[in-house]
T-cell receptor
């Protein structure tokens, strides 16, 4: 049982480039989330999904897009990367309220 | 607007003693609270939760206390062990909602 898998683990982007952070879960969870964690800060919700085909914005959605075509996958798209998007990104899933399972994270640096 | 606050960035405790991590919240609509633990280079892992209808929940060495009138919750770890050294996040959910609001985290160090 792999849980929540994120790829890549590390990435360096140049300003203005785009990329997709991949997230997949094998627990058949309906709810999936993308968070970012900046140094010394808590996790901020970027986007979340309550099921395939349904997504909604979190606290800090600007500069990001998501899609949820299947229960398993919830990719996060960064368009026109900016230094402010340098962060650690976590994907998570849950089937019960609040008790989310997290991936290992993607450390992104925009230079 | 920081709705969930952990005012202590770090805490150092001797092995075998009690660790107490604190969390304050401002939104009275929160009705479900959780603690997550995070090791370096790993994602957070769920530790323990409490509903607003309770004031205490225990799971082994971990106990969470909720004081709704003070909008305060705390996590007690007894006895503290070296493997408890990690960053602990407090999180809260609004009634009827699935998404969580996290605090800034407290780095707990257990000294031998």
């Amino acid at each position: 049982n792999a849980g929540v898998t994120q790829t890549p683990k590390f990435r360096i982007l140049k300003i203005g480039q785009s990329m997709t952070l991949q997230c997949t879960q094998d627990m058949n969870h309906n709810y999936m989330y993308w968070y970012r964690q900046d140094p010394g800060m808590g996790l901020k919700l970027i986007y979340y999904s309550v099921g395939a085909g349904i997504t909604d914005k979190g606290e800090v959605p600007n500069g990001y897009n998501v899609s949820r075509s299947t229960t398993e996958d919830f990719p996060l798209r960064l368009e026109l990367a900016a230094p402010s998007q340098t962060s650690v990104y976590f994907c998570a899933s849950s089937d019960r309220r609040g008790e989310a399972f997290f991936g290992q994270g993607t450390r992104l640096t925009v230079v | 607007d920081q709705q969930v606050k952990q005012n202590s960035p770090s805490l150092s405790v001797q092995e075998g003693r009690i660790s107490i991590l604190n969390c304050d919240y401002t939104n009275s609509m929160f009705d479900y609270f959780l603690w997550y633990k995070k090791y370096p280079a790993e994602g957070p892992t769920f530790l323990i939760s409490i509903s607003s209808i309770k004031d205490k929940n225990e799971d082994g060495r971990f106990t969470v206390f909720l004081n709704k009138s003070a909008k305060h919750l705390s996590l007690h770890i007894v006895p503290s062990q070296p493997g408890d050294s990690a960053v602990y996040f407090c999180a809260a959910a609004i009634q009827g909602a699935q998404k969580l609001v996290f605090g800034q985290g407290t780095r707990l160090t257990i000294n031998p």
